[in-house]
C-alpha cells in the first residue's frame, strides 16, 4: 500500500543548529501536511502544501514540496527551545481520499 | 468555537473491564478520525467514521475494538476486555469534509491498563 517515509527517526542538535526532516511518498501525492505534536500534546496543523515546487515559510521554518510532489521537507533554522517536538508529515495520495501519515521526526535540543 | 474534545483526559482500567473514549468533533465538522500512539512513537490510524457511517476501519483490531459515530452525540471508541498492550494515548481528530484536508486534534485520552 502506500507508504510515506519520514527520516530521521530522531534529531539531537545544539540550540540555535538548524534542523532538517525529510518525508518520501512511494506515489505522487495531491497535497502533503506538516504537523507538531509537543512532549505530552496532541499534534497541531502547521502547513499545507499543494503545488509541485511549492515553498512556504513561517519564520523560521521552510516547508517544500518537490517538483514530482513525492517528498518533502520542513526545515528550521536556528533552533529554539519551543521548536521541540515532534514533526509528522502526512500526504494525501492521488487516488486515495485518506491522509498517510510519516512516522515522524523528535526534534531533540542538547542541554 | 470549541475544538475537538475528547474525554475523559486519563482512564485508568483493569484488565478485563470496558473503555470508552469520547470525542465531540469541532462544530460543523462530521469527518472524525481515531489515532493511537504508543510512547515514543508514531500515530497509527484507526478509523475513519462520518455520522453514523464507518468509512475506513482498516487500522482497527479485528476483535475488542469497535467505534461508532451516531447521528446525535459524540463518537465513541470501545475497547472490551482490555489488555496491558492497550495502555496508550488515543487521538480523535475531526476535518471539516473531505478526508484529506486538515484535520484538528484533540488533546487526546491517556489510557492505562493494570
Known amino acids: 500500500g502506500q507508504q510515506v517515509m519520514q527520516i530521521p527517526q530522531y534529531q539531537h542538535v545544539q540550540e540555535g543548529e538548524d534542523f532538517t526532516t525529510y518525508c518520501n511518498s512511494s506515489t505522487t501525492l495531491s497535497n502533503i501536511q506538516w504537523y507538531k505534536q509537543r512532549p505530552g500534546g496532541h499534534p497541531v496543523f502547521l502547513i499545507q502544501?499543494?503545488?509541485s515546487g511549492e515553498v512556504k515559510k513561517q519564520k523560521r521554518l521552510t516547508f517544500q514540496f518537490g517538483e514530482a510532489k513525492k517528498n518533502s521537507s520542513l526545515h528550521i533554522t536556528a533552533t529554539q527551545t519551543t521548536d521541540v517536538g515532534t514533526y509528522f508529515c502526512a500526504g494525501r495520495g492521488d487516488s486515495n481520499y485518506q491522509l498517510i501519515w510519516g512516522a515522524g521526526t523528535k526534534l531533540i535540543i542538547k542541554p | 468555537n470549541a475544538g475537538v474534545m475528547q474525554n475523559p483526559r486519563h482512564l485508568v482500567r483493569r484488565r478485563g473491564q470496558e473503555a470508552r473514549l469520547r470525542c465531540s468533533p469541532m462544530k460543523g465538522h462530521s469527518h472524525v478520525y481515531w489515532y493511537r500512539q504508543l510512547p515514543e512513537e508514531g500515530l497509527k490510524f484507526m478509523v475513519y467514521l462520518q455520522k453514523e457511517n464507518i468509512i475506513d476501519e482498516s487500522g482497527m483490531p479485528k476483535e475488542r475494538f469497535s467505534a461508532e459515530f451516531p447521528k446525535e452525540g459524540p463518537s465513541i471508541l470501545r475497547i472490551q476486555q482490555v489488555v496491558r498492550g492497550d495502555s496508550a494515548a488515543y487521538f480523535c481528530?475531526?476535518?471539516?469534509?473531505?478526508?484529506?484536508?486538515?484535520?484538528?486534534f484533540g488533546a487526546g485520552t491517556r489510557l492505562s491498563v493494570l
Open positions: 481528530a475531526s476535518s471539516p469534509d473531505s478526508p484529506g484536508n486538515i484535520q484538528y
Open positions: 502544501l499543494v503545488k
